[in-house]
């Protein structure tokens, strides 16, 4: 019995686990397994293709999360070179500025407008590229090596003639795909588009041959990629920084547990029991208690309705119609049983109200009576007179 009952909420589970487990596997397959352009990413929008291809080559690929990280993993080296890629613009101006002096060979990949500021604030955007292809066309040796490059990217503006800069692939009006910077602190080559280091357009075109040039010029290559971890923090600490990091699934752990225990322990409603009482009350002693209260009250009304209730019922059943027939059906019906004026039968039955316990009792004889002549009406001819039904016990059943 207890299985049948909780059978529902098995099944119940089992199916929310297995919705749980396709939706998992399903978000796995057409997610991606890390960050754009992350170095161990192998989704198409990841970079794990030319990261693999510069360790077989003897370069040492060091992935950071935070400037400070990628400051020491520098340190560490000498001379190393800086990949960036701060798609969510985590880094602020002073941060992109110290960013700018950290390597000898710096390479950002699609920077936003505090990035130029900071590091080319002689350098716009261009838009997206219309050029059906995109060639070197400049004295930067990565370019000249790669010769293409996929076209259809973003691009920055470079006006002509502006000292210190070499742009590479060039559009129109001004607009390159590859723009490099030659300063004191260092070279800092910008990349308009991400699909050069992006695992679905590295084997397209010269982009393999262009990042790996502009990746593999030094023997540690540090693969920074901005996080929260990078923002200042301002203000007090919120709850979450506060909170130790065992809260959260020892809350989700208890919330499971006492799912569990409710649906386990928890009270169900079943069909109801039926108890026989310790006290047989008689019939009589109910009528007759309940007589004196109404006398006692002074509630003839009440006491005749309750007659007249008990009466009707009878005489719709002795007069063969359903019990849930309407009360102007029976009058009719009795009304035409008898022989008798309907508008006779409604005061005796409904409409009469006694203003005495004389008329009360007048009332009542006429009630009887007529429950007497309506069940001698409806016997069927040649019957003799119904069995007097036995005296209730007045056992009161739950």
């Known amino acids: 019995m207890a299985l049948r009952r909780s059978s529902f909420w098995v099944i119940a589970g089992v199916g929310a686990l297995l919705v749980a487990v396709i939706g998992f596997f399903v978000a796995g397959a057409g997610g991606s397994a890390g960050p754009r352009l992350g170095a161990e990413n192998p989704a198409p929008a990841g970079a794990m293709a030319v990261v693999e291809v510069l360790r077989q080559q003897g370069v040492t690929v060091v992935p950071v999360d935070t400037l400070d990280e990628a400051d020491a993993a520098i340190a560490k080296v ?135 040039n502009l990746l593999g010029s030094t023997d540690t290559l540090v693969w920074y990629l901005p996080t929260l971890a990078d923002v200042p923090v301002t203000g007090p600490p919120s709850l979450g920084a506060l909170t130790p990091g065992w809260v959260t699934p020892v809350m989700l752990l208890l919330a499971a547990v006492s799912i569990a225990a409710m649906v386990w322990r928890g009270r169900r409603f079943g069909p109801l029991v039926a108890e026989n009482l310790p006290v047989v009350v008689r019939a009589n002693e109910t009528m007759e208690g309940r007589a004196r209260l109404y006398a006692r009250g002074n509630a003839r009304l009440r006491a005749i309705d309750a007659i007249r209730i008990g009466a009707v019922g009878r005489m719709a059943q002795a007069a063969g119609l359903p019990r849930s027939a309407p009360l102007d059906q029976v009058i009719r019906t009795v009304a035409s049983l008898t022989s008798r004026p309907p508008d006779q039968v409604h005061a005796v039955l409904v409409g009469e109200v006694p203003g005495s316990d004389a008329a009360m009792m007048a009332l009542s004889d006429a009630v009887d009576e007529l429950e007497r002549a309506t069940s001698l009406a409806a016997r069927p001819p040649g019957t003799g007179p119904s069995p007097t039904a036995p005296p209730s016990t007045g056992r009161m059943e739950p």
């Open 78 to 212: 000498g001379t190393a070179t800086l990949f960036v890629s701060d798609e969510s613009g985590y880094l602020s101006s002073e941060q992109l500025g110290r960013l700018g002096t950290l390597a000898s060979q710096t390479v950002i990949a699609d920077p936003d407008f505090l990035a130029l500021q900071a590091l080319a604030p002689e350098v716009g955007f261009g838009g997206v590229s219309t050029a059906d292809a995109l060639t070197a066309q400049c004295t930067v040796a990565a370019a000249e090596r790669a010769g293409t490059i996929s076209p259809g990217g973003k691009t920055l503006g470079l006006p002509a003639g502006t000292a210190g800069y070499t742009g590479c692939f060039p559009g129109d009006n001004n607009t390159y795909s590859v723009i490099e910077r030659v300063a004191d602190a260092g070279t800092i080559t910008l990349v308009a588009d991400t699909a050069v280091f992006a695992n679905d357009e590295i084997a397209t075109y010269g982009n393999a041959a262009l990042a790996l």
